[in-house]
């Protein structure tokens, strides 16, 4: 299927690695042109390298912190016209609700709320004036299904949530859609770090907690991150117009619920 979005231009955030890296090389195949962001220079030029020699698409690396107003301004600089957004940061620290700080909280709710709301507010009259935007959230399948060590990540990204349920119905008249994509358990370095945390705290090892989690999902594995991005790329297709202000959960069949 063409997606038709070639020579579309979109913004990815925390494309050095793990899901962002997925979902840039996904749209990369579309024939998108890419800047991608992430906070370490050699990594994300590495990644924009390695994502144009597969795809022969031109790829910008920019090396900032997205959630900052220096780096989306940095990150808007050059790419000033944005069809499409893939707001992806990495989640805050695992841990007990007991132990965090006012400040750890605000970090939490900059990183994983604050910092996708303001790249929407500076991109999506743009795309409203173009007659066409696809803003894509990468948040967690906690949204869902809450997971106890991940307080910060469940509180600031259900924030986040709430905030798209009534953006993207405002926007949607205009060919702009806003939707959530819930990741469940992938195989990246976070997860890994997850899952170590979880072993910790439960005296396991590392392996027997690896295969506690799997035995969770009704596939009987991890999510590869290739998967996740193919569904991002959908969601930012000419076919996935009339789609927004959805939670995509992609788990596996992990959650138990009918809906």
């Given at each position: 299927m063409d997606f038709g979005i070639a020579g579309r231009k979109a913004i990815v955030g925390g494309a050095s690695a793990g899901l962002g890296k997925a979902c840039a090389l996904s749209l990369a195949r579309e024939g998108v042109e890419l800047t991608i962001v992430a906070r370490t220079k050699a990594n994300i030029e590495a990644a924009a390298r390695e994502i144009s020699t597969i795809t022969g698409v031109r790829v910008t690396p920019v090396a900032a912190d997205i959630n900052s107003d220096e780096g989306r301004a940095a990150t808007l600089k050059a790419c000033p016209a944005p069809d499409i957004i893939v707001n992806n940061s990495g989640g805050p620290p695992t841990g007990n609700f007991r132990d965090w700080d006012r400040a750890t909280w605000l970090e939490a709710l900059h990183n994983n709320m604050l910092g996708a709301i303001f790249m929407i507010k500076e991109t999506v009259d743009g795309m409203i004036e173009r007659k066409f935007g696809?803003?894509?959230?990468?948040?967690?399948?906690?949204?869902?299904?809450?997971?106890?060590?991940?307080?910060?990540?469940?509180?600031?990204?259900?924030?986040?949530?709430?905030?798209?349920?009534?953006?993207?119905?405002?926007?949607?008249?205009?060919?702009?859609?806003i939707n959530n994509i819930l990741p469940g358990d992938f195989n990246t370095e976070r997860h890994q770090a997850n899952t170590q945390t979880m072993a910790k705290l439960q005296n396991r090892s590392y392996e027997e907690?690896?295969?506690?989690?799997?035995?969770?999902?009704?596939?009987?594995?991890?999510?590869?991150?290739?998967?996740?991005?193919?569904?991002?790329?959908?969601?930012?297709?000419?076919?996935?117009?009339?789609?927004?202000?959805?939670?995509?959960?992609?788990?596996?069949?992990?959650?138990?619920?009918?809906?």
């Open positions: 696809r803003i894509v959230n990468i948040t967690s399948s906690a949204v869902k299904a809450p997971i106890s060590i991940l307080g910060l990540s469940n509180s600031a990204r259900a924030g986040l949530t709430g905030f798209v349920a009534g953006t993207s119905r405002e926007v949607a008249r205009h060919n702009v859609t907690m690896k295969t506690i989690r799997m035995a969770a999902v009704a596939a009987g594995r991890f999510g590869e991150p290739a998967e996740l991005g193919d569904l991002c790329a959908y969601l930012c297709s000419v076919q996935a117009g009339f789609i927004t202000g959805q939670n995509l959960l992609i788990d596996g069949g992990k959650y138990p619920g009918t809906f």
